[in-house]
């Protein structure tokens, strides 16, 4: 049963920074795309990062040069890494496979 859980979410002032995890099970993780989506209050899903099973790495423009997306095979995890964080980021976050995603992790950035 393939199964994703997010954590690392939390309250951070704007200018700040979060790693946002993604463990998985069910399979192997290097093998496959996977994609960081988040959604803000009362907006849809909006795509954040990708990073594919050869490694190939993409961001929207919004994440461009503040997140960065990365996994440690050995630990069957994804991360994303956010900088510079903005009350615009505030969303829940989710990991993706294919059309599963786990239950998500709450980001709240605000003075």
């Known amino acids: 049963e393939v199964q994703l859980v997010e954590s690392g979410g939390g309250l951070v002032q704007p200018g700040g920074s979060l790693t946002l995890s993604c463990a998985v099970s069910g399979f192997t993780l290097s093998n496959y795309v996977m994609n960081w989506v988040r959604q803000a209050p009362g907006k849809g899903l909006e795509w954040v990062s990708r990073i594919t099973s050869g490694g190939i790495i993409s961001y929207a423009d919004s994440a461009k040069g503040r997140f960065t997306i990365s996994r440690d095979n050995a630990k069957n995890t994804l991360f994303l890494q956010m900088n510079r964080l903005k009350p615009e980021d505030t969303a829940v976050y989710y990991c993706?496979?294919?059309?599963?995603r786990g239950q998500g992790t709450q980001v709240i950035v605000s003075s």
């Open positions: 993706v496979k294919g059309t599963t």
